[in-house]
């Protein structure tokens, strides 16, 4: 796919030409900035929920019972289309849409520049808080969009050439140069393509037009085993978004990432420049 899929990545008017029954939209953010404006109808959903939050790995997915928790309180139905959005350009909105894929449900899309884009195409936002419509749900846990250590490790050792490591984290965090776990640098051979890469900033964060192109010349390829991580899973967020939307089949998060790998004794790290 040379193009992201349109069914998935949605511009306000294709938004605005859904059918308003069983789409739920929902700002994934602060409830700070939520109570500033978000789009009208939209449903806060805060970083927090989404994380396990414990120390060093913060960003590993959540205990089932919280997700649990979580799906309930957004009155999840099979039918439900959900429709993310953030206003930082796809990293949070990502985060939750992978969490969609975790649980098995795949009827989801990406308000394409969130926020931005929306107010930009002159459209009203609010302050009025909306409620979800609670109902119970039971869900289950698909480990395939999911990247564990030991799965890298593994691969590693084995001198595994299909997988691709996409480190989303900024170039100074990649060599070295700027600590944010016991230990700094990368994952041996990782691809550094920091995520702020993919938003076009004369398009109010949308993602760049020649992604697929993009992608490729880096050695992001649809037919290698792609993994992205950044510090937590926030970042890469966007990352697996991108390649998710433009049908990479292969596709996993590692959702520990470097505050997991870096804090470990036990993982190799390579520092510099060179993957």
Request: charged share 25%; hydrophobic share 35%; glycine share 8%.
């Amino acid at each position: 796919m040379t193009r992201p899929d349109p069914d998935r990545l949605l511009t306000p008017e294709a938004f605005d030409a859904l059918p308003a029954d069983h789409v739920l939209l929902v700002d994934v953010g602060t409830p700070e900035r939520y109570a500033e404006a978000h789009i009208p109808g939209a449903v806060l959903v805060t970083p927090a929920e989404l994380m396990d939050g414990r120390p060093p790995a913060s960003g590993r997915l959540p205990e089932k019972a919280r997700l649990t928790e979580l799906f309930s309180r957004l009155g999840l139905r099979p039918q439900t289309k959900v429709v993310a959005y953030d206003d930082e350009g796809g990293g949070w909105a990502g985060r939750l849409l992978w969490t969609l894929d975790v649980i098995g449900h795949d009827n989801w899309a990406y308000l394409d520049g969130g926020i931005h884009a929306w107010q930009a195409s002159g459209r009203p936002l609010e302050q009025t808080p909306n409620e979800p419509n609670p109902r119970p749900v039971s869900i289950s846990i698909d480990h395939e969009p999911i990247a564990e250590a030991e799965d890298i490790l593994a691969a590693l050792a084995a001198g595994d050439a299909d997988l691709v490591v996409w480190d989303a984290r900024s170039p100074a965090e990649y060599r070295g140069e700027r600590p944010a776990a016991a230990r700094s640098g990368h994952i041996p051979g990782a691809i550094n393509l920091d995520w702020l890469e993919l938003m076009d900033r004369e398009r109010q964060l949308r993602l760049r037009e020649d992604l697929a192109t993009f992608l490729e010349e880096r050695g992001i390829t649809p037919d290698r085993q792609i993994v992205t991580h950044c510090q937590t899973h926030h970042r890469s967020g966007l990352t697996w978004l991108a390649a998710r939307l433009l049908g990479y089949p292969r596709l996993k998060a590692y959702h520990g990432s470097w505050s997991e790998w870096g804090n470990r004794s036990d993982t190799p790290i390579q520092a510099g420049s060179e993957p």
